[in-house]
Nanobody
Framework: QVPLVESGGGLVQSGGSLRLSCAGS????????MAWYRQAPGKQRELVAD???????NYGESVKGRFTISRDNAKNMLYLQMNDLKPEDTAVYYC?????????WGQGTQVTVSS
């Protein structure tokens, strides 16, 4: 499968910002729907945002206006700019790529927001 590697997580205070990256290797991901999911301890995995091959994006209600998903197909990269972070954003964030029968996941990157 095509490896996906997330980076950019860390510890920030409430109101701070982080930029997550997801790097794909091997096959181009330009035709894939790309997405960020997150899962907090004891919580259900949830969709944070996704972006289709044409650049159209969707966001979960809790992150609208604060997060921005983007992609750079030339670099085979996916990004998530997170602003005005809140403690409830604390979770492991996962990169996902889906196209046809293919469904790839990264290993995740930890985001911790302190109050």
């Amino acid at each position: 499968q095509v490896p996906l590697v997330e980076s950019g997580g860390g510890l920030v205070q409430s109101g701070g910002s982080l930029r997550l990256s997801c790097a794909g290797s091997g096959r181009s991901l330009s035709r894939f729907v790309m997405a960020w999911y997150r899962q907090a301890p004891g919580k259900q995995r949830e969709l944070v945002a996704d972006i289709n091959s044409g650049g159209g994006a969707n966001y979960g209600e809790s992150v609208k206006g604060r997060f921005t998903i983007s992609r750079d197909n030339a670099k085979n990269m996916l990004y998530l700019q997170m602003n005005d972070l809140k403690p409830e954003d604390t979770a492991v964030y996962y990169c996902n790529a889906h196209w046809n029968i293919f469904d790839f996941w990264g290993q995740g990157t930890q985001v911790t927001v302190s109050s």
